[in-house]
């Protein structure tokens, strides 16, 4: 696998989007996992160590968010795709990019609206306990404010532009990963996950690593939970 090409067309290429905040230690792994003709849209969200710099020098279109947040970084390089398939997967090396097509083939195929990677830790430090038990409460809040029975709500994902954009997302913050499948829920998406290896990261993590981290993200994402539902286009 190496970086994108631009031999291919918009309805064939994927783009994946990867919010970036100081990843120059795990960048050169994960664009080498970005599978051939696909394009990978790095979006520096206010990097000190030259992050954007070396992922154009890589092949990587980089978009450059001033917005601080990881809901923003991710809008940012949504707005800035144009394939009709769109991943999202994070920059630090803990999720392999090399696994993507496996998301993207149910989408592709129409068997699903939305896949998301479901994060099986590998290795010690993988996934810190008190990040996990954040993620399993919310995973149930999700499934009583909307039904969908996922087990995680992982980073890594893909669905198709158009539909994602329609959500009209607006959390800029920990909690847009959240409101995506909350408002793909109330809007009759089809929903699914897939199991995916979870590393430690490369380098020191901005959220999950600490608890103050962990909180901060769990309180963005219950008052996207409970906020009323907003009206999104149907699938």
């Keep these: ?41 790095v979006v520096d969200n206010g990097s000190t160590d030259g992050s ?6 890589l092949g990587a279109t980089v978009v450059h968010e001033r917005r601080r947040g990881f809901g923003a970084a991710c809008h940012a390089g949504l707005r800035a795709a144009d394939a009709d398939l769109v ?15 496996g998301l993207v083939a149910a989408v592709r195929d129409g068997s699903a609206d939305l ?8 290795g010690r430090g993988a996934w810190p306990l008190h990040a996990r038990l954040g993620n399993l409460a919310l995973a149930h809040m999700l499934r009583r404010r909307t039904g969908l029975a ?3 709500l992982g980073p890594m994902r893909a669905a198709r532009r158009e539909p994602l954009l329609a959500l009209g997302l ?9 409101e995506m499948v909350v408002r793909a829920g109330d809007a009759g998406w089809r929903v699914r996950e897939t199991d995916v290896p979870y590393r ?11 608890w103050r981290g962990t909180w901060c993200a769990v309180r963005d994402m219950r008052a996207v939970l409970w906020a009323p539902a907003a009206r999104t286009a149907a699938r």
């Design 52 to 57: 954007a710099a070396l992922a154009r020098s």
């Design 87 to 101: 991943c999202f997967c994070d920059c630090d090396a803990s999720l392999d990019p090399g696994l993507l097509p």
């Design 200 to 210: 430690p990261r490369t380098g020191e993590s901005k959220v999950t690593g600490t």
């Design 150 to 152: 996922l087990r995680d």
């Design 115 to 122: 896949v998301l990677g479901r994060r099986r830790p590998q």
């Design 170 to 178: 607006t959390d800029r913050r920990s909690g847009y990963p959240l």
């Design 1 to 41: 696998m190496t970086g994108v090409t631009n031999s291919t067309t918009t309805t064939d290429r994927v783009d994946v989007v990867l919010p970036c905040l100081d990843e120059a230690a795990a960048l050169p792994w994960v664009l080498a996992r970005i599978p051939d003709g696909w394009r990978a849209i």
